[in-house]
């Protein structure tokens, strides 16, 4: 049980372009979902966290306008990256939680390559 | 100074070996704690939750020190398998997850 599905798993795309990811839960109504980025040989590191029908509450430093963020259901959240650009290139995973205090199931990450 | 600090490793050891790592954390006010996995270029794993009095799963065994702000990971009998990233992973009193950068582990045969 417990299953994050996350699209699409790659992207390789132009300076400019949107680009949307996708992060379901397969087998459960997530409360609350959370968008990581994490850069190579360094940590996972939150950007946003997301509950359904409310707005984004983003990290310090995150650009709420730079990366949209809709959880438009228990199930569906979805971070747009706009206008990316090369130093937007990361590994980019979602986790969702069906309460407060528990564990995080991840999404399998969308790795994000800006040309 | 980092809010969960971990030795990065790697780990080399053979098959069989135990091996330990260990991970502290800088706010006492954080409330759960897990130990994730990482394999390279894949999401984080749970492998399991930490406990005060300790919890065991198999050939892992996790213990968390409240006073020194101290989480330990031992890992028996190492497997080829059992090669990947080790997550430090500190859930702070608004349910948020801080990630350690991780300790790598190499088994090799």
């Known amino acids: 049980g417990a299953v994050v599905s996350q699209h699409p798993s790659w992207v390789i795309c132009k300076s400019g372009t949107s680009v949307k990811i996708e992060c379901r839960s397969l087998d459960f109504q997530a409360t609350t979902m959370f968008w990581y980025r994490q850069f190579p040989k360094k940590s996972l590191m939150l950007m946003a966290t997301?509950?359904?029908?409310?707005?984004?509450?983003?990290e310090q430093g995150v650009e709420k306008d730079k990366f949209l963020i809709n959880h438009a259901s228990l199930t569906l959240s979805t971070l747009t990256v706009t206008s990316a650009h090369p130093e937007d290139s990361s590994f980019y995973i979602c986790?969702?939680?069906?309460?407060?205090?528990?564990?995080?199931?991840f999404g399998d990450g969308t790795r994000l390559s800006i040309l | 100074r980092k809010e969960v600090e971990q030795d990065p490793g790697p780990f080399n050891v053979p098959e069989g070996a135990t091996v330990a790592f260990n991970c502290t954390y800088s706010n006492s006010a954080s409330q759960s704690f897990f130990w994730y996995r990482q394999d390279c270029r894949k999401e984080p794993k749970l492998l399991m939750s930490v406990y005060s009095s300790g919890n065991e799963d198999g050939r892992f065994t996790a213990q968390l020190n409240r006073a020194s702000q101290y989480i330990s990971l031992l890992i028996r009998d190492s497997k080829l398998s059992d090669s990947a990233t080790y997550l430090c992973v500190v859930m702070d009193s608004s349910y948020k997850l801080i990630f350690g950068s991780g300790t790598r582990l190499l088994v090799r045969p």
């Open positions: 986790s969702a939680i069906q309460g407060l205090n528990q564990p995080q199931h």
């Open positions: 997301s509950n359904e029908g409310s707005k984004a509450t983003y």
